[in-house]
C-alpha cells in the first residue's frame, strides 16, 4: 500500500496556490497564516521537495509545487463530485439539517431562537454542531455553516446576517454592591472579562479597540479574568464576576431581559460580522433554502431590536 500524505497539508497546499499566497488561504480556511505555512513545510518535508517559491506578497508554485496543486485539485473535484452523487442518490425528505457554528453563537443568539423554526417547519429537523474548525464542506455532515469574520469565502455563497458592536456590559447587581461604574475611568476598579477571540488578520473585538474608539487612553489598569468561549464571557457577567465587552448579537437578549446593562453609552464599531455560508448548488435544496429564509429573516428582527439596546441603559 502507498503512504498516505498528510490530507490537511494537502488542502492547505492547494489553498495556498490558489489563491497566490498564505495570508487569503489562511482566511479562506479559518486559521493562521502561520498554521498554514507549517502544514505547507510538512508537506515539503513529507513529499522531498521544494514546492513553492515563497515573496513577501504572494508565492508561487515551483514546477514540482504546480504538479502536486493541480493533482489535489483534481482530486478533491473527483471526490467532491462523487460524494454529491452519493447524497442526492440517498437524498430522503426528512433528512437532518446540519448546522455547523461557534459555540458563543450557537448557545446565546441561535439556540433561543430556533424553536420558532421548528414550530414554523415541523417536517425538518436541524442538528446544530458547535464548531470552530475551518469550513469543510466535504464533510458530508456540514449542510450550512455560520461563521463569524470579514466573509471571504471564494466559490461558495455568502449571506451576512449582521455585524457587530461593541460596548461594555454588567450585571445590575455589580452597579448596586459598588464600586461605582459612573465614568470610564472607573473600569480600572473592576475586572475586565476578556473574550479569547481568535484573531483575523491581526485583528478582533477587544477592550483595547473599545477604548480606542472612545478616545481613551488603554491601561487603566484594571484586573483581567479570560475565558476561551464567548457564552462564557456573557454568563460570567450576568453572575457579576466583572465587566464584558458586550458583542451586540450575543448579549442582545440578556439586555432586553435585564440580565445585563450598559454602565455607559459609548459604543465602538468591529470590522467583523456573521456569514451563513454553503455551497452554492445548495441553495436548490428546499430545506435549505427554508433555513435560509428564516434565519434571514431572523437577523432583520434582531436588527429592528437596536432602539431596544440603545434603551437598555444602566439600572
Request: proline fraction near 7%; charged fraction near 25%.
Amino acid at each position: 500500500m502507498k503512504p498516505v500524505p498528510p490530507f490537511a497539508s494537502l488542502r492547505m497546499f492547494e489553498a495556498v496556490v490558489r489563491h497566490g499566497g498564505f495570508r487569503r488561504a489562511a482566511e479562506q480556511l479559518g486559521v493562521t497564516q502561520s498554521a498554514v505555512s507549517q502544514h505547507v513545510r510538512k508537506l515539503e518535508i513529507w513529499t522531498g521537495s521544494t514546492l513553492l517559491i515563497r515573496g513577501a506578497r504572494n508565492s508561487k508554485p515551483t514546477a514540482d509545487g504546480r504538479l502536486l496543486a493541480d493533482a489535489i485539485a483534481s482530486g478533491f473535484e473527483t471526490i467532491g463530485g462523487a460524494c454529491e452523487t452519493l447524497r442526492q442518490k440517498c437524498k430522503r425528505p426528512n433528512r437532518s439539517l446540519m448546522i455547523s457554528t461557534l459555540p458563543g453563537f450557537a448557545l446565546k443568539w441561535l439556540f433561543p431562537r430556533l424553536i420558532r423554526f421548528d414550530q414554523s417547519h415541523p417536517d425538518i429537523p436541524v442538528s446544530i454542531a458547535t464548531e470552530t474548525t475551518p469550513i469543510d464542506f466535504a464533510d458530508e455532515h456540514e449542510t450550512l455553516v455560520i461563521r463569524y469574520g470579514l466573509g471571504l469565502y471564494p466559490g461558495l455563497h455568502v449571506d451576512r446576517l449582521f455585524g457587530e458592536t461593541l460596548f461594555p456590559v454588567c450585571a445590575p447587581s455589580l452597579l448596586e454592591r459598588g464600586p461605582p461604574l459612573d465614568r470610564i475611568e472607573d473600569l480600572g476598579r473592576h475586572t475586565l472579562l476578556v473574550d479569547e477571540v481568535t484573531k483575523i488578520n491581526g485583528k478582533g473585538p477587544s477592550w483595547r479597540a473599545w477604548f480606542q474608539a472612545v478616545g481613551f487612553k488603554e491601561g487603566i489598569g484594571a484586573r483581567t479574568r479570560r475565558f476561551g468561549q464567548a457564552n462564557m464571557v456573557v454568563q460570567a457577567a450576568i453572575e457579576g464576576l466583572g465587566v464584558a465587552l458586550g458583542r451586540e448579537p450575543l448579549v442582545i437578549d440578556e439586555l432586553i431581559a435585564g440580565r445585563l446593562v450598559r454602565p455607559f453609552e459609548a459604543i465602538a464599531p468591529s470590522d467583523f460580522a456573521y456569514f451563513l455560508v454553503c455551497p452554492k448548488e445548495r441553495l436548490e435544496d428546499p430545506q435549505v433554502q427554508a433555513f435560509r429564509d428564516w434565519l434571514l429573516a431572523e437577523a432583520k428582527r434582531m436588527a429592528s431590536l437596536d432602539s431596544s439596546i440603545s434603551g437598555t441603559k444602566r439600572a
